[in-house]
């Protein structure tokens, strides 16, 4: 296939022996930006975290999604819910940040809602006709958990999210997520598209350059790992020798091994990329995984979260070792952001064209065909993207 062959978004949908990648637009372009916010995020199932990040009634946290202001809350029947998060008085913000209350309550004139979502009170209303009170609850969120994991449907339209994943619990049994705790939560902000923090996270190829100091002495072995593509997400698992979760000069100072893991899975880390927009790795004594948020084409925020085994963080030496992991992890993460704005700078380039992949891409790969088979037929995206079909 020839360069120019390779503007038809049919050229992504190949095999990853035979595919070209997305074309540059898919990275820079506002206006296709726009498409991915309504058709992929809005439509899709969404990670914001994980069970144990509000652990009370009451226990809430603000943030906003595809342009979507919304609101996260434990009610008083311990359940995790989701609401739009906009006064249904006159569209003040209710919430903002993260913290604990009894009720939430509009910070402009005061119309008060239950953690059940329902409006209680709203004061001066008794002269306006026909009001009722139960006509005005916050719309709620299609919400779902598995594995400890939250994740919501901002459209309403999707098909259940055990349907989306197909194997993905029993495929990641042996780590038993569901008993992870979150120990740190960051955030950063990055200066580029969301889609490819999440590819450089889910391949080997950039190791021996980016991280040629520092991960790349990890010792992976990326002969052995192999792409799992059942359901609405991507794996793939590589041998290692020790934890993948720390550098080399802190080897000694690691966690046990997590007691339900086999031979195999004990000595090596898997990597899991969930559709859209959520990324996690599984290694031999923990767990750490990241929430996205798009910004702008050339704008991401997302959240690391570093997450063990309840017994690893009742050790009393807990909080000393952990620094060698979360050490790891902004190290690496440094690096990665460093070439990743840098790739955004080239991809915004005029002269930039469609490449190939490296058989060490193959998670790239897959998501990017995933993402071209729901571009292929949408004229809108194709005409943002400056492609045919």
Same mark, same amino acid.
């Given at each position: 296939m020839t360069q120019s062959q390779a503007s038809g978004i049919d050229a992504v949908r190949k095999d990853r022996a035979h595919a070209w990648t997305l074309?540059? +637009?898919?990275? $820079?372009? =506002? +206006? &296709?930006? +726009?498409?991915?916010q309504a058709s992929l995020i809005r439509d899709g199932w969404h990670c914001v975290g994980r069970v144990d990040h509000?652990?009370?009634?009451?226990?809430?946290?603000a943030f906003e999604l595809a342009g979507t202001p919304l609101v996260m809350v434990r009610d008083r029947k311990h359940e995790l819910r989701v609401y $739009?998060? @906009?006064c249904r008085h006159r569209g003040?913000?209710?919430?903002?940040?993260?913290?604990?209350?009894? +009720?939430?309550?509009?910070?402009?004139?005061g119309w008060t809602y239950d953690l059940d979502g329902s409006l209680v009170a709203a004061a001066l209303m008794d002269q306006t006709e026909d009001f009722d009170k139960n006509d005005f609850g916050l719309p709620e969120i299609d919400t779902a958990e598995t594995l400890g994991f939250v994740f919501i449907n901002l459209s309403g339209n999707a098909a259940?999210? !055990?349907? !989306?994943?197909?194997?993905?619990? $029993? @495929?990641?049994?042996?780590? $038993?997520l569901q008993d992870m705790v979150t120990t740190r939560r960051k955030r950063f902000d990055v200066k580029c598209n969301w889609k490819l923090f999440l590819q450089v996270f889910m391949e080997y190829y950039h190791l021996p350059v980016v991280h040629a100091g520092t991960l790349a002495d990890i010792r992976y072995q990326p002969a052995s790992a192999e792409v799992h593509d059942r359901g609405c997400y991507s794996s793939l698992f590589g041998l290692h020798e020790g934890t993948g979760a720390v550098l080399e000069t802190d080897g000694s100072s690691t966690f046990d091994t997590i007691a339900t893991l086999?031979?195999?899975?004990?000595?090596? =880390?898997? &990597?899991t990329h969930v559709f859209p927009s959520m990324a996690f790795c599984s290694t031999r004594d923990c767990m750490w995984f990241y929430e996205c948020y798009p910004v702008s084409a050339n704008e991401s925020v997302f959240y690391m979260n570093s997450c063990f085994p309840k017994a690893t963080t009742e050790r009393d030496d807990f909080e000393t070792v952990a620094h060698a992991y979360y050490d790891r992890?902004?190290?690496a993460l440094a690096e990665d952001i460093d070439v990743l704005e840098l790739q955004q700078t080239g991809l !915004?380039?005029?002269l930039a064209k469609p490449g190939r992949y490296s058989w060490m891409e193959s998670g790239v790969a897959y998501f990017e065909r995933w993402i071209a088979e729901r571009v292929k037929d949408d004229s809108n995206a194709l005409e943002a993207l400056g492609v045919s079909p």
């Open positions: 074309p540059p +637009r898919a990275f $820079s372009s =506002s +206006r &296709y930006f +726009r498409w991915e509000l652990p009370a009634p009451g226990d809430y946290r $739009s998060n @906009v003040m913000i209710l919430a903002r940040g993260e913290g604990s209350c009894r +009720r939430l309550q509009c910070p402009f004139h259940p999210l !055990e349907a !989306e994943l197909g194997d993905f619990e $029993s @495929v990641h049994a042996p780590w $038993s086999g031979a195999v899975d004990s000595n090596g =880390s898997r &990597y992890w902004d190290i !915004e380039s005029p």
